[in-house]
């Protein structure tokens, strides 16, 4: 399984565009990017998932480069309710293949 | 609402009891996954389920066992249960149809609170 690093915690400001990065250097060939968002308490909710290039939906964009060995989540204008941990996990292309949940991003946004 | 429902939200039971944990998947969803979220920790993978037999194992203690069922609910049950057992239960599911990252997706249940004394 690919491990992914991400930065254990940021600060940001209502909004604020916010840009979370994940490296996973040894993703493999079939592997998707997906992060996923996590309120205290609760649990995680799917935000986004890609390949490569650009992802984006209604709450969230994911840049993925040519060697997809990074992405960054991108969050626009982000508010008081967008305080939450962020996790980025790779894999999820084959049956039965587990998730491993590193220690996530913890974003706390300010007023 | 991710359409995934555990019962009960919160448990309080003592050392050495045991206790059953109950998820309900997304309707169409054939793959349940169980996880431990203990305070201020990571989320850890402890097993799971497809179309009732188990697929895939990760850090699940013995006194631990799951099963999912003909209707793919699945039951988490805890034994001989410890101070350190305390933590959140989640429960996931996906379509599990071993196809591509869509249909692998993991969607959340609210979880269950087990409080050990």
């Known amino acids: 399984l690919a491990k992914t690093t991400q930065p254990i915690s940021m600060d940001s400001y209502e909004g604020q565009e916010v840009n979370i990065t994940c490296s996973h250097n040894n993703i493999a060939t079939n592997d998707y990017i997906t992060w996923y968002q996590q309120f205290p308490s609760q649990g995680p909710r799917f935000i986004i998932q890609g390949y490569k290039t650009k992802v984006t939906n209604e709450v969230a964009s994911l840049f993925i480069p040519a060697d997809r060995k990074s992405s960054t989540l991108s969050l626009p204008r982000v508010s008081l309710s967008d305080t939450a941990v962020y996790y980025c996990l790779v894999g999820g292309n084959n049956a039965g293949n587990m998730l491993t949940f590193g220690g996530g991003t913890r974003l706390m946004v300010k007023p | ?117």
Do not use: M
């Not at chain 2, 448990?11 to 169980?34: E, F």
């Not at chain 2, 793919?72 to 959140?88: C, K, Q, Y």
């Open chain 2, 1 to 117: 609402d991710s359409g995934v429902t555990q019962t009960p939200k919160h448990l309080i039971t003592a050392t050495g009891q045991r206790v059953t944990l109950r998820c309900s998947p997304r309707s169409g969803d054939l793959s349940v996954y169980w996880y431990q979220q203990s305070l201020d920790q990571g989320l850890q993978f402890l097993i799971q389920y497809y179309n009732g037999e188990e697929r895939a194992k990760g850090n699940i203690l013995e006194r631990f066992s799951a099963q999912q069922f003909p209707d793919l609910h699945s039951e988490l049950n805890l034994s001989s249960l410890e101070l350190g057992d305390s933590a959140l239960y989640f429960c996931a599911s996906s379509l599990g149809l071993a196809g591509g990252p869509v249909e692998e997706t993991q969607y959340f249940g609210p979880g269950t609170r087990l409080l050990v004394l």
